[in-house]
């Protein structure tokens, strides 16, 4: 259904107004894995946190090629949207770098606690992994569907 895609902007805004995805990657025995994370999407680059010990980092550093799956449920966008990103992930655990995007997560993710989220968030072990997407082969927009999508009307 090419005329329910979401295109450039719309995914913009989606990656940017949603604040959790699901981090797509490989397991450590070839399956196919993904777990919920916390996101922000900032000049054009996803930034997820975890503790570096964790499955999803040990399969970025050990595979770079990663996937997140992203949709509007949670947000107040209208319509149902949904975008799948393919990416290449890069691990950073230095300090530098935990103290420019800590923040700014923390700031997007908890604007009214955002302090308390970044004290929790500033730990020993943690790591940043950046995706930088490589395409977006799956999209949807419900808006571009009589309907919505789901035989109502539109309004």
Known sequence: MEQ?????????ELATTARECTF??????GWPAG??????YDDGVFWLTSVGTRAQVRAARRD??????????????????????KGHATVHDDAETRARML???????APAGAQRLHTL???PG???????????????????????GRGGTRG
């Open 4 to 12: 329910a895609r979401l295109e450039g902007d719309l995914i913009t």
């Open 24 to 29: 797509v990657f490989t397991a450590e025995d």
């Open 35 to 40: 777990v919920t994370m916390s996101h922000l």
């Open 64 to 85: 770079p090629r990663v996937g997140l799956v992203i949709s509007s449920l949670g947000t107040d966008l209208d319509g149902r949207r949904m975008v799948r990103v």
């Open 103 to 109: 923040p700014r997560m923390s700031e997007h993710l």
């Open 121 to 123: 968030l500033d730990s």
């Open 126 to 148: 943690r790591v940043l992994i950046r995706v930088e997407p490589v395409s977006f082969p799956q999209t949807h927009d419900s808006r571009r569907i009589a309907g919505d």
